[in-house]
């Protein structure tokens, strides 16, 4: 069993940045892939960015050049820094961990971004 914690959210106007963490619980860290999710009112969950155990990452193309993930895995954390943010990234960001078997979902935390 993984729990995950998301924390960083908040209101931020365009153009400003938000670092997004997640923390882990759990042993085995560093063997899941984590992922960051958006889900704004109305629409789908969707990936917005993704490393895997060897720090390969992969990008929703609309965050591609604004948005870096990074891993901690002394401390096992997930990271989104989230530069130049638009209106459209408002949404709740999800942290989520999973091997090819199994997932894990953090909580969700909030991201506005006011124009």
């Known amino acids: 069993q993984v729990q995950l914690v998301e924390s960083g959210g908040g209101l931020v106007q365009a153009g400003g940045s938000l670092r997004l963490s997640c923390a882990a619980s759990?042993?085995?860290?560093?063997?899941?892939?984590m992922g960051w999710y958006h889900q704004a009112p109305g629409k789908q969950r969707e990936l917005v960015a993704s490393?895997?155990?060897?720090?390969?990452?992969n990008y929703l193309d609309s965050v591609k050049g604004r948005f870096t993930i990074s891993r901690d895995n002394a401390k096992n954390t997930v990271y989104l820094q989230m530069n130049n943010l638009k209106p459209e990234d408002t949404a709740v960001y999800y942290c989520?961990?999973?091997?090819?078997?199994?997932?894990?979902w953090g909580q969700g935390t909030q991201v506005t971004v006011s124009s």
């Open positions: 490393i895997t155990s060897g720090g390969i990452t």
């Open positions: 759990g042993s085995i860290f560093r063997l899941y892939t």
């Open positions: 989520n961990a999973r091997t090819t078997v199994i997932g894990y």
